[in-house]
């Protein structure tokens, strides 16, 4: 197999670089998770492939997913405080150290994790902190609702300075992208708090070109970077898994108005509610562009056409002469809340009918982001240049390498450590490989269960793009489209039901796989480190080699037992601080029953 690629190269040399390979253009579309990394302050970052498309789909999965994650991954923060000790003439608390300004920023800056989907139609929420001084207040010490944790604990909030009570009420939002908070003034019952809803701080994507076998396709890649807790996997699989739910909606659209013009064309209106602005604008898009560049009925032409003189014409043979939309805002009773209603307008030709039209280009949209739904191609590659590197290792490390007699005459200590960390070095090794074998299984059993959800959901859209076959007359026709969107949701809860969180632990298990290489790295450096040093000693008298490898192993065993002590006090004072905080929440719970 012969490829040949165009295009920007990808400089991927990151440790956890997944590695990308190639598709097939012959097969259904599927995507690969390349590369993953860390940054400080939380930041993540994730790159995405997907592979085979047209320039058409490329455009359309790159407009759609940028706009879905860039506004709809939600994220919660603190967006009020009511401050019992303080005055809002005045901006700062005698016995605290930080002004109110810098405490609201500390605020602003905490980072909730839970069930955000499933949290979000039950807020705003409120959380407290109380404390007594002097301490210092940390985002552990905050009572939350059921349901969410902050991501950082130790957070820093305030330094009480004398003893006096600090007691603040917090109110928690749940919203996404498209929702930001001014800048924190005071009212009368509190400040606002400067939150911005960003989980996704940026979204990059390339169309690169390649040729197999003299067919050419597209992959595009997806740059996505995000903030704890959100993953650039998580965030990718909740942006596609939202646009499949807002086209099965529209699949549902209410027909509101509908004309037959007196040139042959036929025209219908459609309303699609509630929506919100930016998925508004996201329907328009995509249904813009998949009405006017893929539905062009059952015409299929082999052969170029060609004017007199021989130059070849490119005509349009599409049945969708005109589309537009607009927005309407309205508020249902009730609701003090406002949406958005969004009114699309087809004309066709005799060839299809508007709602045909709509049916289809939604189904093949739908279509489209199914690629989401199944397991990331199994990348062999991946896994063979892994297991290779594995057994390269092995063979590295055996027992009985050169050297060993001469390091035995020259200290059985010195000999012991080296074979000590290459005891470690065989046994990570040995995980490292069992982790890759069960992956390399994982991905089989995981694609057997998707393939067939897929099947069962493709058949379904397959209905759809040719409803015009299988019934006719607006009536019958949206029957029927209901009853396939209904037919649809056995194989989606099955999915979600036999698969969730299935790729997540795929992602983990490389991520995994990479720490543990990280650690076989550090290990073989210190076994090389005793090497040059062994080498540099010979000529040293038997107690003074001793003494040299007493200092080394109380070096490196000091740091590691500093490290352990360190770890296991702060787990320590976080677990006090967990225990005082619910000794506050339960006292104060019982002052409000006694009085």
Not at 294 to 305: K, P
Not at 406 to 428: A, P, T, V, Y
Not at 552 to 558: R, S, T
């Amino acid at each position: 197999m012969r490829y040949s690629m165009k295009g920007d190269n990808f400089d991927m040399k990151n440790l956890k670089y997944f590695g990308f390979e190639m598709s097939n253009p012959k097969n259904f579309a599927e995507w690969q998770y390349v590369e993953f990394n860390e940054f400080e302050k939380g930041l993540r970052y994730g790159r995405f492939c997907i592979s085979p498309l047209t320039k058409d789909q490329c455009e359309l999965i790159k407009t759609a997913l940028r706009q879905a994650l860039l506004t709809e991954i939600l994220c919660a923060r603190f967006t009020h405080a009511k401050i019992q000790n303080s005055s809002n003439n005045l901006m700062n608390i005698v016995g605290i150290e930080e002004s109110i300004p810098e405490i609201l920023h500390n605020l602003s800056q905490i980072r909730l994790k839970g069930n955000l989907e499933d949290l979000a139609s039950h807020g705003p929420f409120v959380a407290i902190l109380d404390l007594e001084g002097p301490i210092t207040a940390m985002a552990i010490d905050i009572e939350l609702p059921r349901g969410l944790k902050v991501v950082k604990e130790s957070h820093h909030i305030a330094t009480i300075t004398k003893p006096i009570p600090l007691f603040i009420e917090l109110r928690i939002e749940i919203h996404s992208g498209e929702w930001n908070r001014e800048t924190p003034v005071p009212d009368e019952e509190g400040y606002s708090i400067d939150a911005t809803f960003t989980p996704i701080h940026k979204v990059d994507s390339r169309i690169q070109s390649y040729s197999y076998e003299g067919i050419p396709f597209q992959s595009l890649f997806l740059d996505i970077w995000s903030e704890r807790p959100t993953e650039p996997l998580e965030a990718l699989l909740q942006a596609s898994n939202k646009i499949r739910k807002l086209f099965m909606s529209v699949l549902g659209a209410e027909s509101v108005d509908s004309k037959e013009l007196d040139n042959g064309l036929h025209f219908r209106r459609f309303a699609v509610y509630p929506l919100t602005a930016a998925q508004c604008k996201w329907i328009q898009t995509a249904l813009r562009q998949a009405l006017l560049t893929d539905i062009s009925g059952e015409w299929n032409r082999e052969t170029r056409v060609t004017d007199e003189e021989g130059d070849s014409i490119d005509p349009t043979f599409t049945p969708i002469h005109k589309v537009d939309s607009s927005i309407q805002s309205y508020e249902d009773e009730g609701e003090n809340e406002t949406f958005q209603r969004l009114l699309i307008g087809i004309w066709t030709d005799s060839q299809i009918e508007p709602q045909e039209a709509l049916w289809q280009a939604s189904a093949k949209i739908l279509e489209l982001f199914l690629i989401f739904l199944q397991i990331e191609k199994e990348n062999k590659k991946y896994l063979e240049r892994k297991l290779k590197e594995r057994a390269e290792t092995l063979d590295k490390h055996r027992p009985g390498p050169p050297g060993w007699k001469e390091g035995l005459s020259l200290s059985r200590g010195w000999i012991n450590q080296i074979h000590r960390f290459r005891d470690k070095i065989l046994f990570m090794n040995a995980e490292t490989i069992w982790l890759l074998t069960k992956l390399k299984k994982d991905y089989e059993t995981y694609k057997l269960i998707g393939d067939s959800i897929l099947q069962e959901l493709r058949a379904s859209l397959n209905k759809l793009k040719k409803i015009q076959k299988l019934q006719k007359g607006y009536s019958e026709q949206k029957i029927l489209v209901d009853s396939i969107v209904q037919e649809m949701d056995a194989p989606l809860n099955k999915h979600k039901k036999e698969l969730s969180g299935c790729q997540a632990s795929l992602t983990l298990r490389k991520i995994y796989i990479s720490w543990k290489e990280v650690e076989i790295d550090s290990f073989e450096g210190t076994l090389l480190s005793l090497h040059e040093d062994q080498e540099r000693i010979k000529t040293l008298p038997q107690v003074d080699v001793d003494r040299a490898l007493s200092q080394k192993m109380w070096d490196v065993l000091e740091m590691e037992e500093l490290k352990k002590e360190s770890l296991r006090e702060e787990n320590e004072r976080l677990r006090k601080r967990r225990e005082e905080r619910e000794k506050r929440k339960h006292n104060r719970k019982k002052d409000v029953i006694d009085s």
